[in-house]
Structure formats: C-alpha cells, structure tokens
C-alpha cells in the first residue's frame, strides 16, 4: 500500500539492506552523489527536445529528479522512483520549489509490477549498470519493466560505456546491454554519447540506447 502523503510504499528500502553488495544509497546521497548534476543529462534532454520522450513517463533510479522535473515542466505526466528516501525527499524539494507537479515514489526497482501501473515512456539513467552483473536482480528488473511498459513502448538508457578500466563505476560494451534485451525487445538505436560529470569536465563515455518493447 502506497503512503497517500508522501507517496512511499511502506518496506521499500529493505532491499537494498539485505546483503553487502548493495551500496548503502541513503549514506550516498546524504554526503551528496558526484553524480548528481543539478540539471537533466544533456542526451536525454535532446531526447525530450526532440519530442521523443511522451505520454506517461517512469524514471527508474530516478535520484534527485532532475529528468522527471524535465519532463513534468514539459507537461508530461512523469514519476520517478528511487530506493533512497535521501533522494526522494529532495527530489520532492525540488519539485515544489520549481512549482512542478511530479510525483516521486520510495520504490526497489527489482519490484517494479508492484507499482501495478503502466507507463509509455521509461528512462534510465546509470541504473543499468548496477542491476546488469547480478542474474537475480537483472531478471527482477526486467520482468518488472515488461510489466509497466505495455507493448510499442520505449526504454531510454544511459550508461558508461567500456571496456572496463580498474575498479570504478560498471562500465558495457555494446553487447553488454543489447544481450539483455533480445526477448521481448527492438533495439532501435546504439549511439556513443557523454555523460556531464562533477568530475569530468569532458564528461564519461557512455551510450544512449532506445529499445522498445513489443
């Protein structure tokens, strides 16, 4: 059941508690994500110029907001949800402060059927990368995806791009990610992009994927 106030689903957070491979996201985004920008991703802010991203929209990962605000501002009916309350609650700072109207969720997003909703649109920044090493949890997201994005849908990605170079974030190859969608998936494009970094001045190689579903 789903709190009317905040929109938190009560438990949510557990998961991410349950074993040491997970980060501890609330932590993270208490000191403050390096990767938390303050502003849309550029790719996916010509994806949403380019009138790409439409209908109801889910952001899965969605951290402080920044690209369900984007869309919210567009007009767009969006959602984001997020296992971190950290991000949540800033994310609904945000919203009110900006006079959007967005609705963000404390969700697992291994558990997205639960949300028991459907959505035309689902971006993903950076989420991939921590779901796509692990078969329980890859298989949990995307059985979960297929259960909100209904058929002629479209998934939008954003990950690092490799090959891997010592031991920091995950980054793919090409493959790394169409190999996870060859069921149930189109893979429309695969295009080599940058993501803006706190860190980088000449940002992270990434890739910018449009899947949908059929």
């Not at 508690?17 to 010509?46: C, S, V």
């Not at 869309?71 to 919203?95: F, M, N, P, S």
């Not at 900006?98 to 993903?124: C, I, K, P, Q, W």
Request: proline share 5%; glycine share 12%; net charge negative.
């Amino acid at each position: 059941m789903q709190n009317a106030t905040t929109g938190r689903h009560p438990g949510a957070a557990a998961p991410h508690g349950m074993d040491t491979k997970h980060p501890n996201w609330e932590e993270i985004y208490a000191r403050g994500p390096r990767w938390d920008i303050g502003r849309p991703q550029p790719a996916f802010l010509a994806l949403a110029g380019s009138g790409a991203i439409s209908g109801r929209v889910l952001d899965v990962g969605c951290g402080t907001g920044e690209h369900v605000l984007m869309c919210a501002a567009l007009g767009l009916d969006a959602t984001g949800v997020d296992i971190a309350g950290a991000a949540i609650d800033a994310a609904e700072r945000k919203a009110h402060e900006r006079g959007l109207n967005a609705r963000f969720l404390r969700h697992d997003v291994r558990r997205l059927a639960e949300l028991g909703e459907s959505f035309d649109t689902v971006l993903d920044s950076g989420l991939l990368v921590h779901v796509i090493d692990d078969e329980q949890d890859r298989a949990a997201y995307l059985q979960g995806l297929r259960a909100v994005l209904p058929p002629g849908g479209r998934y939008f990605v954003l990950c690092f791009r490799g090959p891997q170079s010592g031991s920091g974030p995950r980054h793919l190859m090409r493959e790394d990610v169409t190999a996870c969608f060859t069921e149930g998936w189109r893979v429309d494009t695969t295009e080599e992009t940058t993501l803006d970094s706190l860190t980088d001045e000449d940002g992270i190689p990434a890739w910018r994927i449009a899947l949908t579903r059929i």
